[in-house]
């Protein structure tokens, strides 16, 4: 496994029913990252709801594409948006919505959500 992420890990097979949009889930409920200020290990649970376009991940690339993250020192927010933008750029979905939901650390709990397309809030 290579020491750490990358995108080229993700692999994709073609989508069985291109004519039909339908979403997947996916929950990993043991992602593991490592926190960039104390080295101590973060827990989480990444789920991935997507609408396919032409092509769907493959489950075990993605299974080895996670795992790369057990060493690798960052915030949820940008683990999460790191690994949307990676997703979304190998699979090339309709639309993907990846939802991090990680372990209390000091009695609070941190839910982060990241949205493919991105579209910008109003002002």
Known sequence: MPETPCKSQLETFPNPSPQREFSIEIVC??????????????FGTLTFLYTPKDSCVELKSLKLYLQAFRDVGSFYEAVVNRILEDFTSVCKPVRCTLTGSFTPRGGITTKVVAVFPFIPMSK
């Open 29 to 42: 409920p043991e992602f593991t990252s490592l926190c960039p200020k104390t080295g101590q290990p973060d």
